[in-house]
């Protein structure tokens, strides 16, 4: 994207009037998505972004500047921009020499892609054949949206430590929404497929069932009565959002928030935080998950980080900056939205490792509750733990059986007393993508989870 | 930074003070059309400043300009989309080409055209703040530090000042169709903000409070700060609040938010396509005889104020709902062609990046009698909860169905006045059951950031989970 003597130039200009580090984070992205909806091809979009952030950091100060510029002189420009911007915080000057970049950490690519351009009556295929399946899961079935996204995303990296990082990024998108009209008025339902992937997603994944999936949710909860008000044991489904890590403590352990002592889990570290089930991973490796990539917005090669093991905290999650103060290394969680904005701490694939119980008998062994098979989004309150999380299919257990749907509803607990309720853990694990908003910033994340129980959280219906 | 999310004055002509440069741009890329094919080109630039202040340093300065078109392109009622985060002169001409080529994948729909100009005189808004690009960037490291120092020393109880930031944003727009519309726009915006964690003994709270203006001056660390610190420190304390059937006091940021959940359901495209539990409902009585809804954007006072929508057609007065009657919905062009009724003027659109639809801009209710604030409705209400901050609201709370159930914090009210803090609570309920029990709306309106006045506002019959 650019020349090496370039990139060694501007981060000479970013430094010249002091710093002790300065880095140029470039980006060319391509989006393009199709919909359909009510029946029809409703609208084909592409679009096309591309520019650099330039980062100097001077004492605690960070200066930062963003240019769609890409030539020398567009370069030099922000890099001025970035150094000026630095000073004028107040940060200290001093001076550190720029290293000349080696590619020691190289290129990678995410989630090649079979075709350098996707067709587009391919795409409008596939939105047809979910429609269809959709409306044929039953009469009910009153209104239809699908959505097709894919995204390529050539990011670089290079820094006065003399880093220099290439990443390809390929990721796919999938969804389906449906509306199903009864006597108690509209339900919906959906389900997403995401992955760190081109077109060849589709290969493994069949838009039918997606839709079929989506139809079913919206089908079964006409005939939903409320959710029950109050505290109940609840059985989660394996894959069925695994955002009750993501909020109950992954958004906890990101050093930015430990830092400003804005978590409950600060000081935790080496403590028993979970129950001795709660083994808790954050990995940007795995697979083609929607939270994978090879390098982080940082130029930091994604890693496996266990963050709980046998409910004992064993890390939390780095940025560069975080962990610089700490004298550490970053754990390859420093990510971005754009090149016009500044990295975070942010996690990647986040899940519990799957257990030894049976995802049935959990079932059995629960003679009232509430059974969750699919989660909707969440949030958290760092400071005092505190979070929700939505369903938008949940049943009954009675008996130690799965019985009545439940409407929609959200479940509130406290992190760290939630993860000592986890009494069962079974192996039927699976991942879910998700979006995680931090900060005004939203970047691709996997939940991942197998069946478990937590003896007691309250939900929040509307019958007593 | 965010680029363009309000948009276009002037319909004939460049106004007076607007970017004629963007004009200028669009009507050159709007002339590349073919015949048979109408071109709507939507050009936006903007710079940004943001500072976050932290433990008496500036942790980060970002000083960033943006630009970027967003082109539509119908032909054959076929409609296709492109668009480009530059207007670098190579881009121009092949976005447009992009949007031609999307559109030979649509569905053909009569519906779909572009907006006219259909005579309707728009409000002028000055909304441009000449100081704001004079103030040395000096000045706002200044407010910024100062903000964190003033939160930090405002009370023994502040443990930690979380966030301390000040932004501004200065945006220009222009929009030219093949249609005859042709318009520009420009708009400043300065903000403060502070996060504040209230500690006693083990317990941690949080509170948040910022202000806006149109430019730097005008921005009150005073308010802000006393927002943040208030709403942390009566929190200290709270336990785990008791289940049961209430009346609920929505503060007017909580009462600001259920308003936009609600406006959701009063798109007329959402109404069009059986997404709204107010579809098929014109005319019948959908909420209590005290509630009147009307999204008045031509309001000065709004925080969403704007002359011309996301089409570039003029911002009008729409009532939505009056004495409890459902009167109408939200239209764009193509929602309301599909509806049979004109353009109500309510497009809009996330800048050069999205297309438009229909959505409010300066929603608000009624307000109750002079001076009924939010001791007033406490006082009438006797005894309740009342909500400083919801949460999972984009979780739990379903504008199709109706489903409303969100996370909440807040003070219980006894004997007409807030009691003991209560914390890890949902509020649930229906948007449908919700309109129809209004219990007291404040005549404390404050137009806060986004698209609904804030004014408390109580609700009966809600459901509590707690303890």
Same mark, same amino acid.
């Given at each position: 994207?650019?020349?090496?003597?370039?990139?060694?130039?501007?981060?000479?200009?970013?430094?010249?009037?002091?710093?002790?580090?300065?880095?140029?984070?470039?980006?060319?992205?391509?989006?393009?998505?199709? #919909?359909?909806?009510?029946?029809?091809?409703?609208?084909?979009?592409?679009?096309?972004?591309?520019?650099? $952030?330039?980062?100097?950091?001077?004492?605690?100060?960070?200066?930062?500047?963003?240019?769609?510029?890409?030539?020398?002189?567009?370069? *030099?420009?922000?890099?001025?921009?970035?150094?000026?911007?630095?000073?004028?915080? $107040?940060?200290?000057?001093?001076?550190?020499?720029?290293?000349?970049?080696?590619?020691?950490?190289?290129?990678?690519?995410?989630?090649?892609?079979?075709?350098?351009?996707?067709?587009?009556?391919?795409?409008?295929?596939?939105?047809?054949?979910?429609?269809?399946?959709?409306?044929?899961?039953?009469?009910?079935?009153?209104?239809?949206?699908?959505?097709?996204?894919?995204?390529?995303?050539?990011?670089? *990296?290079?820094?006065?430590?003399?880093?220099?990082?290439?990443?390809?990024?390929?990721?796919?998108?999938?969804?389906?929404?449906?509306?199903?009209?009864?006597?108690?008025?509209?339900?919906?339902?959906?389900?997403?497929?995401?992955?760190?992937?081109?077109?060849?997603?589709?290969?493994?994944?069949?838009?039918?069932?997606?839709?079929?999936?989506?139809?079913?949710?919206?089908?079964?909860?006409?005939?939903?009565?409320?959710?029950?008000?109050?505290?109940?044991?609840?059985?989660?489904?394996?894959?069925?959002?695994?955002?009750?890590?993501?909020?109950?403590?992954?958004? @906890? #352990?990101?050093?930015?928030?430990?830092?400003?002592?804005?978590?409950?889990?600060?000081?935790?570290?080496?403590?028993?935080?979970?129950?001795?089930?709660?083994?808790?991973?954050?990995?940007?490796?795995?697979?083609?998950?929607?939270?994978?990539?090879?390098?982080?917005?940082?130029?930091?090669?994604?890693?496996?980080?266990?963050?709980?093991?046998?409910?004992?905290?064993?890390?939390?999650?780095?940025?560069?900056?975080?962990?610089?103060?700490?004298?550490?290394?970053?754990?390859?969680?420093?990510?971005?939205?754009?090149?016009?904005?500044?990295?975070?701490?942010?996690?990647?694939?986040?899940?519990?490792?799957?257990?030894?119980?049976?995802?049935?008998?959990?079932?059995?062994?629960?003679?009232?509750?509430?059974?969750?098979?699919?989660?909707?989004?969440?949030?958290?309150?760092?400071?005092?733990?505190?979070?929700?999380?939505?369903?938008?299919?949940?049943?009954?257990?009675?008996?130690?059986? *799965?019985?009545?749907?439940?409407?929609?509803?959200?479940?509130?607990?406290?992190?760290?007393?939630?993860?000592?309720?986890?009494?069962?853990?079974?192996?039927?694990?699976?991942?879910?993508? $998700?979006?995680?908003?931090?900060?005004?910033?939203?970047?691709?994340? $996997?939940?991942?989870?197998?069946? #478990?129980?937590?003896? @007691?959280?309250?939900?929040? @219906?509307?019958?007593? | 930074?965010?680029?363009?999310?309000?948009?276009?004055?002037?319909?004939?002509?460049?106004?007076?003070?607007?970017?004629?440069?963007?004009?200028?741009?669009?009507? =050159?890329?709007?002339?590349?059309?073919?015949?048979?094919?109408?071109?709507?080109?939507?050009?936006? =630039?903007?710079?940004?400043?943001?500072?976050?202040?932290?433990?008496?340093?500036?942790?980060?300065?970002?000083s960033a300009t943006s630009a970027g078109i967003g082109v539509r392109v119908v032909v054959d009622h076929k409609l296709g989309f492109a668009w480009a985060g530059s207007l670098h002169e190579s881009v121009l001409a092949e976005t447009l080409d992009e949007a031609r080529d999307n559109a030979t994948f649509a569905t053909p729909d009569d519906h779909v055209?572009?907006?006219?100009?259909?005579?309707?005189?728009?409000?002028?808004?000055?909304?441009?703040?000449?100081?704001?690009?004079?103030?040395?960037?000096?000045?706002?490291?200044?407010?910024?530090?100062?903000?964190?120092?003033?939160?930090?020393?405002?009370?023994? /109880?502040?443990?930690?000042?979380?966030?301390?930031?000040?932004?501004?944003?200065?945006?220009?727009?222009?929009?030219?169709?093949?249609?005859?519309? =042709?318009?520009?726009? =420009?708009?400043?915006?300065?903000?403060?903000?502070?996060?504040?964690?209230?500690?006693?003994?083990?317990?941690?709270?949080?509170?948040?409070?910022?202000?806006?203006?149109?430019?730097?001056?005008?921005?009150?660390?005073?308010?802000?700060?006393?927002?943040?610190?208030? /709403?942390?420190?009566?929190?200290?304390?709270?336990?785990?609040?008791?289940?049961?059937?209430?009346?609920v006091v929505f503060d007017r940021r909580a009462a600001s938010t259920l308003l936009s959940v609600i406006s959701t359901a009063l798109s007329g495209e959402a109404v069009a396509k059986g997404r709204s539990f107010f579809a098929g409902r014109i005319g019948e009585q959908v909420g209590d005889t005290g509630l009147t809804l009307v999204d008045d954007p031509?309001?000065?006072?709004?925080?969403?104020?704007?002359?011309?929508?996301?089409?570039?057609?003029a911002c009008r007065r729409n009532e939505l709902i009056v004495a409890g009657l459902l009167k109408g919905f939200l239209y764009d062009t193509v929602a309301g062609s599909r509806a049979g009724v004109a353009s109500t003027g309510s497009a809009v659109r996330g800048g050069f990046a999205g297309t438009p639809g229909p959505g409010c801009r300066a929603l608000?209710?009624?307000?109750?009698?002079?001076?009924?604030?939010?001791?007033?409705?406490?006082?009438?209400?006797?005894?309740?909860?009342?909500?400083?901050?919801?949460?999972?609201?984009?979780?739990?709370?379903?504008?199709?169905?109706?489903?409303?159930?969100?996370?909440?914090?807040?003070?219980?009210?006894?004997?007409?006045?807030?009691?003991?803090?209560?914390?890890?609570?949902?509020?649930?309920?229906?948007?449908?059951?919700?309109?129809?029990?209004?219990?007291?709306?404040?005549?404390?309106?404050?137009?806060?950031?986004?698209?609904?006045?804030?004014?408390?506002?109580?609700?009966?019959?809600?459901?509590?989970?707690?303890?």
């Open positions: 994207m650019i020349d090496t003597p370039v990139l060694e130039r501007v981060l000479g200009e970013a430094l010249r009037h002091g710093g002790e580090f300065a880095e140029v984070f470039a980006e060319d992205r391509s989006n393009s998505s199709a #919909l359909l909806d009510d029946g029809r091809v409703e609208e084909l979009s592409s679009g096309r972004e591309r520019g650099a $952030g330039i980062r100097v950091v001077t004492g605690d100060t960070t200066g930062f500047a963003h240019t769609a510029d890409l030539s020398e002189e567009g370069l *030099i420009r922000a890099a001025e921009a970035a150094s000026a911007v630095a000073r004028s915080g $107040g940060g200290g000057t001093h001076t550190v020499a720029v290293g000349s970049l080696h590619a020691a950490e190289g290129s990678r690519r995410s989630g090649s892609d079979r075709a350098p351009t996707v067709p587009k009556a391919d795409t409008l295929d596939l939105l047809r054949r979910a429609d269809e399946a959709a409306r044929a899961s039953g009469g009910a079935i009153s209104q239809v949206q699908a959505g097709y996204g894919g995204s390529r995303r050539d990011v670089l *990296i290079a820094n006065s430590e003399g880093l220099l990082a290439t990443d390809q990024q390929r990721r796919t998108r999938f969804s389906v929404s449906c509306v199903a009209e009864g006597d108690t008025g509209l339900q919906t339902g959906s389900e997403t497929t995401a992955r760190t992937l081109g077109y060849e997603l589709f290969d493994e994944v069949s838009v039918e069932d997606l839709a079929r999936m989506a139809a079913g949710r919206a089908l079964s909860k006409l005939s939903a009565r409320p959710a029950p008000s109050g505290e109940v044991p609840v059985v989660l489904a394996g894959g069925s959002g695994g955002i009750l890590f993501h909020e109950a403590c992954g958004h @906890g #352990l990101e050093a930015d928030h430990i830092a400003k002592n804005a978590s409950v889990y600060v000081g935790q570290v080496g403590k028993q935080v979970a129950s001795p089930l709660v083994t808790l991973v954050d990995d940007g490796t795995v697979g083609s998950e929607w939270g994978t990539f090879g390098f982080d917005d940082e130029g930091r090669p994604a890693q496996r980080n266990v963050l709980i093991e046998d409910g004992i905290l064993t890390e939390y999650l780095w940025d560069y900056l975080r962990a610089r103060k700490e004298g550490r290394k970053s754990s390859g969680n420093g990510r971005r939205q754009t090149y016009q904005h500044l990295p975070m701490v942010r996690m990647t694939n986040t899940f519990l490792l799957p257990g030894n119980d049976d995802a049935d008998e959990i079932v059995a062994q629960t003679p009232h509750g509430v059974y969750v098979a699919k989660l909707g989004g969440g949030q958290v309150n760092t400071t005092t733990g505190d979070f929700v999380f939505g369903t938008t299919e949940a049943y009954l257990i009675e008996g130690g059986r *799965i019985t009545e749907p439940l409407r929609d509803a959200n479940l509130i607990g406290n992190g760290p007393e939630i993860l000592k309720r986890v009494d069962a853990v079974a192996t039927d694990f699976a991942m879910t993508p $998700g979006t995680c908003g931090k900060d005004g910033q939203s970047v691709p994340v $996997g939940c991942g989870q197998a069946t #478990l129980r937590i003896t @007691g959280v309250t939900i929040g @219906g509307t019958t007593e | 930074m965010t680029t363009a999310t309000e948009t276009t004055s002037a319909a004939a002509g460049p106004h007076p003070d607007g970017p004629d440069d963007l004009l200028a741009l669009a009507d =050159r890329v709007a002339g590349w059309a073919r015949s048979g094919e109408d071109v709507e080109v939507y050009v936006a =630039r903007g710079d940004e400043t943001e500072i976050r202040a932290y433990d008496g340093e500036v942790e980060s300065l970002t055209q572009l907006a006219v100009p259909d005579g309707v005189v728009a409000v002028p808004f000055d909304l441009w703040d000449e100081a704001l690009s004079t103030i040395p960037t000096s000045q706002k490291v200044a407010l910024a530090l100062a903000l964190e120092a003033q939160a930090r020393a405002a009370d023994p /109880r502040i443990r930690q000042v979380s966030s301390a930031d000040y932004g501004d944003t200065s945006v220009e727009v222009a929009l030219v169709s093949t249609t005859g519309i =042709r318009s520009s726009n =420009r708009k400043t915006q300065g903000f403060i903000s502070v996060g504040v964690i209230a500690g006693d003994g083990d317990a941690s709270q949080t509170g948040g409070g910022f202000d806006t203006a149109r430019g730097f001056d005008g921005l009150d660390p005073d308010k802000a700060t006393a927002d943040a610190v208030g /709403r942390a420190v009566r929190m200290l304390g709270a336990t785990k609040g008791p289940s049961g059937r209430s009346v031509t309001n000065p006072l709004a925080y969403g104020a704007a002359s011309y929508d996301a089409e570039g057609l608000a209710l009624t307000p109750g009698p002079e001076g009924f604030d939010e001791d007033g409705v406490l006082a009438a209400v006797g005894d309740g909860l009342f909500v400083q901050s919801m949460t999972g609201v984009h979780s739990g709370v379903n504008p199709i169905s109706g489903d409303f159930s969100v996370g909440a914090e807040g003070l219980m009210i006894r004997d007409g006045k807030l009691a003991e803090p209560v914390r890890e609570i949902t509020v649930a309920s229906t948007l449908q059951r919700i309109l129809h029990s209004l219990v007291a709306v404040g005549a404390d309106v404050e137009w806060l950031p986004g698209i609904a006045a804030g004014q408390t506002l109580a609700v009966g019959d809600m459901q509590i989970s707690g303890v």
